[in-house]
């Protein structure tokens, strides 16, 4: 997957930048273990830390294209292009000639053909930063849907950017300073497109391309939702979300390296298992390998709720079986879940608290530590939910027609898990719901809409795109950040930008048409699962149900509470700290996320 970064400076000759190159690289070594490279000219340097997934001798960047000696373009670039093989025989036919066989190269030769233009024939997910030597201009590309992140500050002489927050806040002109829409975005559980948490930083979004030159710099969006008229009947529609998942899963499941499924036995999952497994065997390269995750004593303390409604280990054992998988529970010790260092990773990877999940950061990290044993590349089902309607708030007439986000009317809300932990002080100066009011009003402008479009149409149509662009992105970070702190590359086949343009507009009448969540996806794959995996209410992704572990991190946080030189002291609550009695999955994450807060505060050395 890799981790990119550079630094264009037109004031200066940045062939002396390597040192300051390689710190920022470095910080991403977890993103690339397999290489590191870096590339200077008069006023720009890449540099590059590389995961090596394709052509994995000759995809060694920074990449350059040059002609009669002198260098026309050059790119340092992460993630993958899926129709890499078919652009390249495109390109071939115009003339082009390629030294190697990496989808890398033939991101750079298609710039060189097309311009710009060529993001529109990408198919995958990448974020990259291009140089045209030509022009002495940097473009920064980011996908649709925004798998890949990318990050980038502007200086007083140019502009810096990276993967990750980190390799900027490395630069030894960057200073680490949250500010108070920085706290805001932080504590209001959205995902505000273009913001970082970071003073004077920010997120290239989704879908968007930066241009940078002498003249200064500007962003040209190159996708977005549209609404469309869906003219397709139910039958129809439901063969094409089959034949678009076929062809996504297909695509996706070209690596030179191990390749495996996350499988939790739900129905996202399991079908991107049961299609990948009669892909594998058609080439003759099965069986599929599957992994999943439990937790010791779990058959002992799970408990069914809102949100986990069943343990997930019963299913996944039954459809790997199904499939024929060479598949591996994963049991998680308390030990390992309540390791300090195994804690301390999530807000270090994250460069930011984050806890809306609970102790599912630490165990989704321990996971993909011992999958990254056999394997460099999983297939994950994220997204699902958000495309066919798995969610509660696209049911619940309660929280589909809240005047907020509709997570957060469900019960994914900070604020109210702080309470009694974090100062209330500092949460009234904030005004989060004033904040997060604002934010909302703003996506909904964004809504795009048909000509007569009916308001309970029109209403579903607002929750995807706010589930799309605001919720999605959440789940990405997650996803990420996790894998690749072990060098694990995870691919999601639901962002398809093609199955997400065609899900959007799909009437709610197909979508629910037998009157069970995600009614479409379970028609397109009936006939891959078993019954009950068919069958299946929706459960979120698992958490430990053993007590001991809330009263590990209830006792890690009042030691916190006890030391003034904590950096988080300052911030608690200490009146509702002695008074607080409460336990649950919202009092976990409240802790989780001072307990985090903490580790942010002491390993950045921020300024707040």
Aim: with cysteine; glycine share 8%; proline share 5%.
């Amino acid at each position: 997957m890799c981790g990119i970064t550079g630094w264009v400076d037109f004031e200066r000759d940045m062939h002396g930048a390597r040192d300051v190159l390689r710190d920022m690289a470095d910080t991403m070594a977890c993103r690339g273990p397999d290489a590191q490279g870096y590339w200077t000219d008069t006023h720009i340097g890449l540099g590059h830390r590389r995961l090596a997934v394709i052509d994995l001798e000759g995809g060694v960047q920074p990449m350059t294209v040059e002609h009669d000696g002198r260098t026309l373009a050059a790119v340092t670039y992460s993630g993958e292009v899926y129709n890499y093989r078919e652009l390249r025989a495109e390109l071939r036919a115009h003339g082009h000639r390629f030294r190697t066989e990496s989808d890398t190269e033939v991101v750079l030769h298609a710039y060189l053909q097309w311009g710009a233009g060529m993001v529109d024939k990408l198919n995958g997910m990448f974020a990259f930063g291009l140089w045209d030597a030509r022009s002495e201009e940097l473009v920064l590309v980011r996908d649709r849907i925004g798998i890949k992140p990318l990050y980038y500050f502007p200086t007083e002489r140019g502009l810096l950017f990276g993967s990750e927050a980190k390799a900027i806040l490395a630069h030894p002109e960057v200073r680490p300073v949250v500010d108070q829409d920085g706290l805001r975005e932080l504590l209001a559980c959205v995902k505000t497109p273009e913001h970082a948490i970071f003073h004077g930083m920010y997120e290239l979004r989704p879908g968007h391309l930066l241009r940078f030159g002498r003249a200064g710099s500007r962003i040209q969006r190159y996708w977005a939702l549209e609404a469309r008229e869906h003219t397709d009947d139910l039958d129809t529609t439901v063969r094409t979300v089959r034949e678009l998942l076929e062809d996504i899963v297909e695509r996706q499941l070209i690596a030179d390296v191990p390749l495996c499924t996350l499988l939790s036995g739900g129905l996202d999952s399991s079908a991107v298992t049961a299609l990948a497994a009669r892909s594998l065997a058609e080439r003759g390269a099965g069986p599929v390998r599957s992994f999943s995750v439990d937790f010791a004593g779990n058959e002992r303390d799970f408990t069914a709720n809102v949100v986990h409604s069943s343990p997930d280990a019963p299913f996944a054992a039954e459809m790997a079986g199904h499939v024929a998988a060479d598949h591996t529970n994963l049991v998680i010790s308390l030990e390992e879940l309540t390791d300090p260092r195994i804690r301390a990773l999530v807000p270090k990877a994250y460069d930011s608290p984050a806890a809306m999940l609970g102790d599912g950061y630490a165990s989704l990290y321990l996971l993909f530590r011992a999958i990254r044993e056999r394997s460099t590349v999983a297939l994950s089902g994220e997204a699902a939910d958000e495309l066919f309607g798995g969610y509660g708030w696209f049911h619940a007439p309660e929280l589909r027609d809240a005047k907020t986000f509709p997570w957060v009317a469900a019960g994914y809300d900070l604020i109210p898990m702080l309470s009694g932990l974090i100062d209330p002080g500092l949460i009234a100066d904030l005004d989060i719901d004033g904040y997060r009011a604002q934010r909302y009003s703003e996506a909904l402008a964004e809504v795009p809409v048909l000509p007569g479009e009916g308001a309970a149409e029109r209403r579903i149509r607002e929750v995807s795109y706010l589930s799309v662009t605001r919720f999605v992105p959440l789940l990405l970070d997650r996803k990420d950040r996790m894998s690749m702190a072990v060098g694990l590359e995870v691919r999601v086949p639901f962002c398809d930008h093609r199955l997400v343009e065609y899900t959007f507009n799909v009437p709610w009448s197909m979508k629910f048409f037998d009157g069970k969540e995600k009614s479409l996806l379970r028609a397109a794959t009936r006939d891959l699962l078993p019954r009950s995996i068919v069958e299946r209410k929706k459960s979120a992704y698992p958490v430990s149900h053993d007590p001991r572990y809330d009263a590990a991190l209830r006792a890690e946080f009042e030691k916190l509470a006890a030391d003034s030189n904590a950096p988080v002291h300052s911030l608690i609550d200490h009146g509702g700290v002695r008074q607080q009695t409460g336990d649950g999955w919202p009092y976990r994450i409240g802790l989780e996320f001072m307990v985090q807060l903490n580790s942010w505060l002491e390993n950045h050395e921020l300024k707040l």
